[in-house]
């Protein structure tokens, strides 16, 4: 069983936080991330807390069921909290999970474009193929439904109309998932403005996937 420092990874999760606030992926109390600690334990952000203002004892320790087993007194788990659950229960792979509000990559969903996996040879190698989860209310556990098909076989996911979740075996590499997410979606959003977006063909598609495969192990 590893066991990971509680108070580093504290520590790390202002760090993320607060560079995902000032690149413009989350506002306010929006989003929510969370780590690892053993197999039983996750420690996660708070619930509507302004972001640039927590600290490292405001987020919270919860067991794989939910349940608060260490807690500052008025503060709860993320409202996602779900999502979070769902993710680490298929992916005994990963240490970490985050959930940001990408403008790009949400504008697409708004405007009923799929994720531009076609147009940038960086996305297939280093993200693979992203999938759009369908619609859940936030809060709700219809929005960690509409991961449970996708979360297993992928790092990034588009939520339609809510963001994005990307997950890694640290904080740093979901992180890495999502700029480089909104980067592409924020790259095809100019070409799109500009004229009609040429794909890369299917060969090179094909090639890219398999490349990305090896990397990615």
């Known amino acids: ?70 807690g500052k007194p008025g503060l709860k788990p993320t409202s996602e909290i779900n999502m979070h659950l769902e993710a680490f229960r298929q992916r005994p792979d990963i240490n970490a999970v985050l959930h940001a509000h990408p403008p790009y990559a949400t504008a697409l969903t708004i405007a009923g474009l799929p994720f531009p996996t076609d147009y940038l040879p960086e996305v297939l190698i280093a993200l693979g ?36 979740l990307t997950v890694g075996e640290t904080l740093e590499e979901a992180l890495i998932g999502l700029e480089r997410l909104e980067h592409a979606a924020y790259t095809y959003s100019l070409a799109h403005n500009l004229s009609q977006p040429v794909p890369l063909s299917e060969e090179e598609l094909t090639h890219l996937r398999e490349v990305g495969e090896r990397i990615r192990g």
């Open 1 to 70: 069983m590893t066991v990971f420092n509680e108070y580093q990874l504290r520590q790390e999760i202002i760090r993320v936080t607060r560079i995902v606030a000032n690149q413009g992926l989350i506002r306010s109390s929006d989003g929510n991330l969370s780590v690892r600690l053993d197999e039983n334990r996750i420690l996660m952000t708070p619930s509507g807390l302004y972001k640039m203002s927590m600290e490292p004892d405001d987020p919270i320790v919860v067991n794989e069921q939910g349940e608060v087993l260490i």
């Open 129 to 164: 193929d992203v999938p759009v989860a369908n619609y859940g209310t936030p809060g709700t556990p219809a929005l960690a439904e509409s991961i449970q098909k996708f979360i297993k076989d992928h790092n990034a996911i588009i939520l339609s109309h809510h963001g994005s």
